[in-house]
């Protein structure tokens, strides 16, 4: 259904055609003719979807051997442990975050240890998730027939909800129920129906195409997605290590071996802004995404990337308005207002003064803290519980959301 833009090479021929973006830096115009658009409407991340644009990393660099999102034939995955045993700071933290456990499987999924039996009545309906042995149960019930079926993964930790991926007679659903941090119990996944379903299948949820199925992997996990199939035999659940750095096989055994020229292995931190923003794009979307997709309004909020290219702060050059100047990608997010102040004093002064050299810009005339919470404001999409931020940073002098 989809064709995309890449330019996978044979690892095998690093040297001729490969090699890590971070030595090869080329950028390429993508045609938009070359994207062919796979338009689906994915609920929890409230988006149409571009496969194509999820290839940051053919577009940007000239050889490339694997991306965010996708895995290539013959790539080694050595795993998180392996990178541990030199990197003992960045796996502490990392695989603990938010993105190191995006997307869970079986019994180890943290909410379920904690809530072991979940329950959820819709109408006629009633829903039960609960562990059994290694695997996680999904299973409604009208009364009379019941649907149960395992759980192939749960996607998130809950905070805008923990949603479930499951199989039924060869078709992909995603639950209709979710659990949801706030409430500490399931409710309507963002984004179905509230209608009741007409069917015990209905009810089960939102049926999935296979190609849907495999970008809620792409996304949410390493490894799992070769060209456009899934091998979830290979998968490693979450955001690992090699998923924003690449497979790190070579890089593991240069650094044993003792001699080695370059480190090879692909550092993002290399990166201009610019670029960097569209990395993480790959995932969390760019505008080049957004536009494709044609999407607008207050769903594109949960877009990062998108909107913070869209405010008057930003520059393509300027590290200190790049993702990695408020974030850092191997520990959970800062939740302190007051976090971010020194970020924006980075180029802001805090009172009107005589330009510095670095704080060429203006100053506020209204707050000298916590200038998120009035500069960077927090929207709730429709039936959803959890507030996003809005990378737009803005003069935010009504409650509209600008497009
Ligand atoms: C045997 C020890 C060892 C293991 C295992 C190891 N690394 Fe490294 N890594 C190093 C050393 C040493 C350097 C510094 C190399 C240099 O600067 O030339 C490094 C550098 C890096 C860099 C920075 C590269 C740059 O260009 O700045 C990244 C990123 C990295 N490692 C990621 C990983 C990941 C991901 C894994 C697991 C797949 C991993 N490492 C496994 C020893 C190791
Ligand atoms: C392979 C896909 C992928 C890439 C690449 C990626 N992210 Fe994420 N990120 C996710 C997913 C999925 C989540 C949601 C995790 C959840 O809540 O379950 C997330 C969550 C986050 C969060 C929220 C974490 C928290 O503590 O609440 C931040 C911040 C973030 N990412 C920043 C970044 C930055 C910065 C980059 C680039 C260096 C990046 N991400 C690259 C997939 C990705
Ligand atoms: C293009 C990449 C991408 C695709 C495709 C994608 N997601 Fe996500 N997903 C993200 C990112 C980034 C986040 C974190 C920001 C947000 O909540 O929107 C996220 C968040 C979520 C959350 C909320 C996590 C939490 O902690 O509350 C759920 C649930 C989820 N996704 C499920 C899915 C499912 C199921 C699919 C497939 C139908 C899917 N996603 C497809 C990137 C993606
Ligand atoms: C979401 C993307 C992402 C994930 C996942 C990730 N990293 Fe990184 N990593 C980065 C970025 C971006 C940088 C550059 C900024 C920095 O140094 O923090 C980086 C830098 C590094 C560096 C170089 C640090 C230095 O001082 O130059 C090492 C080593 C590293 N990461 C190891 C790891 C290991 C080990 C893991 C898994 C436990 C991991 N990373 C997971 C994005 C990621
Ligand atoms: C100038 C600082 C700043 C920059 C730059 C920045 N963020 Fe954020 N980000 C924040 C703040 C503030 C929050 C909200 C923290 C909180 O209150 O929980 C946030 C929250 C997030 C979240 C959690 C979901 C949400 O919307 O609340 C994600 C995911 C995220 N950022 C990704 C990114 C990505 C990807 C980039 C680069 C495109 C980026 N951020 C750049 C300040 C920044
Ligand atoms: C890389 C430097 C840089 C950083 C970091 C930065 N800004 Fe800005 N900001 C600018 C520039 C440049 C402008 C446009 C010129 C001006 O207004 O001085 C601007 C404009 C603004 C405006 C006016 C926007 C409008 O619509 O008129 C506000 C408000 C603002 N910034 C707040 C912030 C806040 C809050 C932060 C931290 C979350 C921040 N900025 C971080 C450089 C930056
Ligand atoms: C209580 C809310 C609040 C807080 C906190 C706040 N601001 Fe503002 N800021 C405003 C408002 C309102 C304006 C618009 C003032 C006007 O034009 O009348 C503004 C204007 C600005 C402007 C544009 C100034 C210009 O001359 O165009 C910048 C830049 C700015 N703020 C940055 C910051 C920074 C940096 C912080 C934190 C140190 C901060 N703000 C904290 C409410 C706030």
């Known amino acids: 259904m989809y064709v995309s833009s890449n330019r996978l090479c044979d690892p095998k021929n690093e040297g001729k055609h490969c090699g890590y973006p971070g030595r090869q830096r080329k950028r390429i115009i993508v045609r938009p003719v070359q994207a062919v658009i796979l338009c689906i409407l994915c609920v929890p991340c409230g988006l149409c979807l571009l496969l194509a644009a999820q290839d940051w990393a053919p577009r940007n660099f000239s050889r ?25 700071e960045q796996a502490r933290s990392q695989p603990l975050s938010p993105m190191g456990l995006a997307l869970q499987r079986g019994k180890d999924t943290q909410v379920l240890r904690s809530h072991p039996r979940l329950t959820f009545r819709a109408g006629p309906f009633a829903y039960t998730i609960e562990c059994d042995g ?66 015990l299948e209905d009810a089960v949820g939102n049926k999935v195409s296979r190609g849907k199925a495999v970008l809620c992997f792409a996304c949410h996990s390493t490894a799992s997605v070769k060209g456009t199939t899934l091998q979830l035999d290979r998968m490693i659940p979450g955001i690992t290590c090699e998923g924003c750095h690449g ?38 979307r760019g505008s080049f995404q957004v536009e494709l997709t044609g999407m607008s309004g207050i769903e594109t909020v949960r877009f990062q990337p998108h909107r913070l290219t869209g405010s008057r702060c930003f520059r393509p050059q300027d590290p200190r308005i790049g ?54 404001p927090k929207f709730v999409l429709p039936g959803g519980h959890l507030e996003f931020t809005d990378h737009r940073i803005r003069i935010a002098r009504t409650k509209a959301f600008p497009d």
């Open 64 to 88: 490339i051997d694997w991306q965010p999102t996708r895995a290539v034939e013959g790539a080694s995955y050595v795993g998180t442990n392996t990178c541990a045993k030199c990197h003992s």
């Open 134 to 199: 290694d695997r996680v149960i999904y299973q409604v019930s009208d009364g009379q027939h019941t649907i149960s079926e395992p759980v192939l993964a749960a996607f998130g930790l809950g905070d805008a909800g923990q949603t479930y991926l499951l199989q039924h007679e060869g078709f992909y659903y995603e639950s209709r129920v979710s659990f949801f941090n706030d409430v500490r119990s399931l409710d309507f996944t963002l984004g179905h129906p509230r209608k009741i379903p007409e069917s």
């Open 247 to 284: 497979p790190g096989g070579k890089h593991v055994t240069a650094m044993e071996s003792g001699v080695h020229k370059e480190p090879s292995i692909f550092n993002p931190g290399k990166l201009q802004a610019g670029d960097l923003v569209e990395f993480c794009g790959s995932c969390h």
């Open 323 to 376: 993702c990695l100047a408020c974030h850092n990608p191997h520990q959970s997010r800062s939740r302190d207002a007051a976090f971010y102040d020194a970020k924006c004093l980075a180029c802001h002064p805090a009172v009107s003064t005589e330009p510095t050299s670095g704080q060429s810009v203006s100053a506020c005339p209204v707050g000298k803290k916590l200038c998120t919470d009035c500069h960077m």
